[in-house]
C-alpha cells in the first residue's frame, strides 16, 4: 500500500525532512497520491510535521504502546487481528469481546483487574506489556498442555535479545532469580474437544515499583539500565511465537526448551496447590505432555500441575 512505502521512506531518513517531490519521485506516485498518504498516516496517529520548501518528518517514536507504532509491525498470524487499548481490566476479559479467530490479540498500556496464576493479581502498571491472543482448533485437548511450553520458549527467545533470562518451569520467564514475565494458559474444552486456547503474557518492560505477586519482579528497563521500545519488543514476541507455534516441530520446540529450563537437574520443591505436604527432589526431565519429572526419596514422581521453587530463583510463597 503506498501510505507503507511512504512510511518506509520517512523512517529511513532518519528523522530528517523529506520533500513531497523525492517521495513522489521515488514512488513513482503523483503529489496528490503522497499528500493522502501522509494524512492517512496521520489520522492512524503518527505525527508528521510538513515545513515550506523541506517537505514532511516523521517524528521520532516513544517507547510506550501506542497504535501507530503498533500498526507498522512486521505482519504475523499471532496478532494478526490486533486491538489496542490504553486501558483493560484484563486482556483476557476484552479478548472474550470479539469473534474467536486464529490469533487474535489484545493488547493493552495498563491493566486494571491484571489476572495471574493461581488465582493471584498481577500489577499491571503502565510501562509493561500485556497481551492475551486466541488459538483455535486444531489443538487436541492432549497437547493443549504444551502449548504452555511453546509460549514460555517464544517468549524466552524474543527477551534473551535484551536480557541473559531462562525458563522457570513451566512458563515463568526469569532473569537474575527475578521474574521478569508471567504466562497464563485458559483452555476451553467441549467434551474433551478444545474450543480454544487463550494465551495471557505479562511483560515487565518499563514499569517497576512492584507488589504483591511480582515483589521479587524485575524488568528490562532495570535489567538493561534504559528503556526499551515496548512496539518493537511485542514485534519480536509475536514473530517467535509464529516460529515455534506454527513452524517447529514439538520435539525441537522441547529440545530447545530443555536448554534454558532453569529446573533441569536442579534441587527443587514441588508445592502442591491442595494443602499436600511439599516434596523436595531434582527436576531430572522435561516430558513431550509439558509435565517434569522429580526424583525424590521415595522415587520418581511426575508433576503437571501446581508450583515449584527453584534454589537460587524467587520463592514460592503460600497464600
Ligand atoms: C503468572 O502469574 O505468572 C501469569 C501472569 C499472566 C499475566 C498476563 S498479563 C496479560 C494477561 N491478562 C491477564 O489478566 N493476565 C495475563
Redesign the pocket.
Known sequence: MTKDEVLKLLKNSGGEYVSGEKISRELNITRTAVWKAINSLRSEGFTISSATNKGYRLAVEGVHLSRAALSARKKTVIGGELHFFESVT???DKLAEFEPKEGLTVIAAQ?TS????LG?N?D?GRGGG???FMLLPPIDADTAPFITLICALAVQRALSEYADCKIKWPN?IVCGGRKLC???TKTSLTENEVENVCV???INVNNGGFGG?LANATSLKEICGHEIDENKLFERVASELDRAYYRESRADVLSDYKTVCANLGKHITVHYANGKRDIPGVCTDILPDGSMNVDTENGTINVNSGEVSVKGIYEFERK
Do not use: A, K, V
Open positions: 484484563s486482556t483476557f491493566q491484571g489476572r495471574g496464576r493471584r498481577w499491571s500485556y497481551f492475551s515463568d508471567g504466562i497464563l495471557g503474557i505479562g505477586e
